[in-house]
């Protein structure tokens, strides 16, 4: 009797333990970072940027592909670029030139979205804002999930994931009082991952005529019929993180 008296005190006490470390965290301190102590709100992007990424294609077959690139958002004047040195495995820019590895811009213009190829001085309309295909809004992240606090490079990040037809993990840095929260990493599964240099964020722009539309591009010059371009301007309101940045 006094062994079972003693075997059921020390399961109560595990059990308080249990319920003392799960039910009380000190969300201001040691356990600040814990799934558990979840953001208030998710990530809202500031209205102008500028940064470097890394970019990692994943396809079957093909393997791994790698380019670097450029992202520049101005929310303000509703408009953004995104430069890569290799447009060769973009799903987007790939199916204009797919033989030819060459440098391709995404640029949102007026609610358009043009494809430009600056060493063939080419340049076509992809598709608009009603096809899905326009400028993100600071709060696209609006209904994301939050995942968990994560640690990378010794940076604790916030990871949260945004559902299109697959996961799409998009990782910042931690809310803070009176800081811009930087894009870290947006993963779309199960083929893209870019990675944003920390050390190249800015909220200005290197260059400022950097959203100034090429002559080269028209909107009567629409992408090839066998372009990926083709096929969403038959679809509307595609999910941004369907399509492409």
Not at 11 to 19: N, R, Y
Not at 20 to 49: A, I, M, R
Not at 81 to 91: A, E, W
């Amino acid at each position: 009797m006094k062994k079972e008296f003693l075997s059921f005190f020390k399961l109560a006490l595990t059990l308080m333990f249990c319920a003392s470390h799960v039910f009380n965290y000190d969300c201001q301190g040691t356990d600040k970072y814990t799934k558990n102590c979840p953001p208030s709100s998710f990530p809202v992007w500031p209205e102008q940027f500028e940064q470097q990424f890394n970019e990692k294609f994943i396809y079957p077959l093909i393997g791994t592909q790698t380019t670097t690139g450029t992202f520049y958002y101005d929310s303000i004047n509703k408009t953004y670029r995104v430069d890569r040195s290799n447009g060769h495995y973009d799903r987007y820019c790939g199916t204009i030139y797919p033989f030819s590895n060459t440098p391709c811009s995404h640029i949102v213009s007026e609610g358009k979205r043009y494809l430009y190829f600056p060493d063939k001085n080419y340049c076509c309309y992809c598709c608009s804002d009603e096809h899905g295909c326009g400028i993100l809004k600071t709060d696209w992240l609006s209904g994301a999930k939050f995942e968990d606090y994560v640690t990378e490079n010794g940076e604790v990040l916030e990871k949260w994931n945004k559902p299109g037809l697959q996961n799409n993990f998009y990782y910042s840095t931690v809310k803070e009082e009176n800081k811009v929260q930087e894009p870290r990493k947006i993963d779309q599964q199960p083929n893209d991952i870019q990675e944003f240099n920390s050390k190249t964020f800015k909220t200005s722009f290197s260059n400022t005529n950097v959203f100034k539309l090429p002559s080269e591009c028209n909107p009567n010059k629409s992408c090839p019929l066998l372009s990926i371009c083709s096929a969403v301007r038959h679809v509307r309101n595609l999910n941004f993180l369907q399509d492409e940045k």
